[in-house]
């Protein structure tokens, strides 16, 4: 079952794989043990203490599986009835995870999860294809090669970082950086494909909606997607893999894991490596100045592969180039100006898609719904060039929402009323925004004893 279809009968399963039932997931959470979150952080407000219990308990601890083949080691799953260990939404579950003490193996485990992949994909797969790593690896799949044949949102090298900046493990460092570059150069070769610097979206299925799935999945601007043939490769059996529109998320988060990955080289004193790494990072960002950007909409915008025409709607992936530093000075500055119109400025900012756009609904998925994970990634971004207030109004009001209307994969960015799963993993970071300190109103942070 894949994501998408499993929302509409996912309501109350989390519950049930939590604390059992008739509805229970065979395999339990390995991580359930009492932790007193109370002593592990400060705070004030006692709402904002109880919405980190919760975080803690439901979408991270909660979230940590024993080994279930092909998977040899500790595994992370997203929530509900979602079976197997993603991209994506991992990486925020294992940033939080790695506060508590302790949980260095645990770590270390669901990375090697992503490395063994890796190598069993090579070993039945052309030289073309080598080192993808797939949005997800579920628990009990028989046909893995087949699906999923496609990757997801590049963060793997963000999400190590950010753990050893909480917890110093060098040898997760150690273990993940060989494979980890590789997966960078199959993303690149693979889509590339115009080695212009702008990622596409594609799948060894052939399949545009699979394609999709490798972003975020209804983005309006990818609704005219098509799949073609390699443009320059002409390999025998070779499908219709690779899509012809070129995303600004997915070419924002590999320059942002590119970025992760240099600084991971220059830790373990790998000079060539992070080299090789500058490189690339300096001829995407150009492409994305270059190509991408549109004065007029005030932001960053999807194009056409082989065209390079740009697609004239502006959707939640046009502001990720903030967290990955992508902008000047004088970009960020439209892009904050922009960011503070009626376009985005719903009851509940940030909506995924320009409020203006015929297509938008408020509680569409992608389509104008809200996610706390994007709008983490967005505020970041626009407190790293100075525009704390803003981003401080974007956190504080999601948080606020969470708080009124509980924990969930996105929301009603009108409403504010919840959507999707109930304490899906990645939701955890309403947290990761008060302790990295982009809000104003809610308050906490990390006790110094830890």
Known sequence: MNRRKFMKFSGGVLAAQVLGGPFAIPIRAVEQTAIDIKSSFEWKDPAVIKLAEEVFQKCILGKVFPAEAPMKYNWISPGGKYRGQWIWDTMFVVDLLSILPGKEKVIRDVFQNYWDFQERWNKEMPEYA???IPCMIEPGKKNWLKYPAYSQIPILAWGIERVYQRNGDKELVKQSLEPLERFHEWYWRERDVTNIGLVAIG???????????????LE??????????????????EGAWYGDICVTGNTSYLILGEKSLLRLAEIMGDKEMAARRKTRIDKAVEAMRKHMWDEEAGTFLSVERDSLKKIPVATIGSWIPLHAGIPTKSQAKRMADVLQTPSWQTPLPLPTVDRKDKRFKAND????DMWPSTNYQVASGLADYGYKDLAADITDKTIANAIKNGISERYDSISGKTLGVDFLGMTCTVVTMMLDGLCRKHKLEVCKKL
């Open 130 to 132: 080598h080192n993808m």
């Open 365 to 368: 998925f992608w389509r104008g």
């Open 220 to 237: 309006c601007n990818m609704d005219d997607l098509k799949m073609t043939h390699h443009p320059r490769r002409k390999g025998k059996k």
């Open 203 to 217: 799948s060894y299925s052939g399949s545009t909606e699979h394609a999709r799935w490798e972003t975020f999945d």
